[in-house]
């Protein structure tokens, strides 16, 4: 590739190798493992990382609904870059999978993008932003989107001048077949239907937020990007609220989702076919490249205080 891309592929499938190695569902061994993997890349590139453990009723997801969840978040910063009273930014993806499913595009997708993400920005970015960067490896987002709504709820009762969140959900399946990307009826027509773009969906609280991480991804070579503002909290469009920046649109934040669109292009999607060797490597390469380039952006640039919209 001669796009002179920071991100590395060899990483990236490495990566998403070994945490595909067997399925990652709440409470398990293999979740576990697969936190210790992470923290020690994040560790191994300067980020300071904190798991928050968190118990918690599922009323919210399918997957062991009305159990009692423990959770634990990764939560990663760099102290040393950190201005005090200067707003927040936070990036996030979720960690944990479906029992039957090794969950490669879901999400390891995006956690190996976010990896890299920790590896390229450099404290010398850090220390002249307009904003704090926090990462974040979500729990419990297959039960509910438990863990983001955890982190939202104590990022509100903080009084955090959270500015933006960024979940990436699913980024890696590409198909550049005409007609192999479905769109929710209301959306036929305005939207390509060959599943080769990365989308970037935000609510009626996230007009900048969208269009700053847009204006950073489109400096990647090759990558089509499409964003969708919903109204409300996406509440009628519920394919648009199914990871972990629902919650933080839920008490008034301005998030966004990266993402592929999922079950809307991805065969695959929960199933134990999510496999490695079924992601484009190139699209996941320029989409992981896209979002360093979008956080960067929102880095330096900054993002107003959001005025609220009614609903």
Known sequence: ?????????????????ELTRVP?????????????????????????????????????????????????????????????????????????????????????????????????????QLEDAQLDLELVA????????????????????????????????????????????????GLVGQYPDTGDFIAVIGNQNSTELIERFRAGAEQTPGLPVETLQVPSNG?????????????????GYPALMITDTSFLRNPHYHQPTDTLDTLDMDFLHRVTEGCLRAVRHLLQTGLPVQTYADD
């Open 138 to 185: 979500f729990d419990l987002e297959e039960n509910g989107m438990l863990g983001g709504r955890e982190h939202a709820r104590l990022a509100r009762q903080a009084d955090v001048d959270l500015r933006g969140m960024i979940s990436l959900e699913m980024l890696g399946y590409c198909d550049h077949t005409p007609g192999s990307q479905s769109l929710p009826r």
């Open 235 to 251: 509440e009628s469009l519920q394919a648009t609220r199914l990871s972990d920046h629902s919650p933080f649109w839920d008490v």
């Open 24 to 124: 990652r569902p709440c409470h398990s061994v293999e979740l576990q493992e697969a936190r210790g993997y992470v923290t020690g890349l994040f560790e191994a590139s300067g980020w300071t990382v904190y798991g928050h453990e968190f118990d918690v009723f599922n009323d919210a997801g399918d997957l062991n609904l009305g159990e009692n969840l423990h959770g634990v978040n990764l939560l990663a910063s760099r102290k040393s870059g950190t201005v005090a009273g200067r707003p927040r930014l936070i990036v996030g993806a979720h960690l944990d999978s479906r029992p039957d499913t090794p969950g490669a595009d879901d999400n390891a997708s995006a956690i190996a993008a976010l990896i890299e993400i920790a590896r390229l920005i450099t404290p010398a």
């Open 1 to 17: 590739m001669n796009d002179h891309f920071e991100a590395d592929i060899d990483r990236i499938r490495t990566h998403i190798a």
